[in-house]
């Protein structure tokens, strides 16, 4: 477990995204999955942009941070992280290799990072949009 912790180090000093190939990776994964492993793509339940499906209970992991999903997906396929009725992260999880889940944890860090500032653009051009709108209005 010691180094796992310095592993989980190392990933939050240098940031996940240091290296391109791991995001890469991470998104193929994510995106269409593994034939030859048995893994499926993420997405498949999770969103193409990991936005999840509340009403199928499959939760959004768009903006979880890197290291919140690597002991995720660690605790499930050692069974520390119980699932639902048919308990299929524990399977996928059991699945996926270290490197895997470095990959996608990479990938949803990306989006993490690029989340808020899409976010906040929608903010900004609303805002100007209102004060366009509210200049009209007075004019
Ligand atoms: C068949 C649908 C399905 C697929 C495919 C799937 N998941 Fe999940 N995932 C779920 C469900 C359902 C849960 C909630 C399970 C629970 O009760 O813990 C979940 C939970 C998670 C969580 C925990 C989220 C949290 O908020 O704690 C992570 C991380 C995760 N999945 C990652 C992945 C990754 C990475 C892949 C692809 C390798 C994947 N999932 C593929 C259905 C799926």
Redesign the pocket.
């Known amino acids: 477990m010691a180094d796992l912790g310095a592993y989980f180090d190392s990933l939050t000093n240098t940031g996940l995204e240091a290296d391109p190939s791991y995001w890469q990776a991470g998104e193929k ?2 995106r269409g ?1 593994d034939q030859v492993r048995a ?4 997405m ?3 969103g193409p942009t990991g936005r999840g499906n509340e009403p199928a ?3 959004a ?1 768009r903006g ?1 941070q890197s290291v ?2 690597m002991k ?2 660690n605790d ?1 396929a050692s069974g520390a ?4 009725p048919n308990g ?2 524990q399977t ?1 999880a059991k699945r ?1 290799s270290p490197d ?1 889940i470095r990959n ?1 944890a990479s990938y949803l860090q990306v989006y993490a990072d690029h989340a808020p500032s899409t976010a906040g653009l929608v903010r900004r051009i609303g805002a100007r949009a209102d004060r366009l709108r509210q200049t009209a209005i007075r004019e």
């Open positions: 994964l994510y999955g893994i499926p793509a993420c498949a339940c999770h209970k499959f939760p992991l979880q919140y999903v995720q997906l499930y992280r119980p699932t639902g299929i992260m996928i996926l895997d996608l």
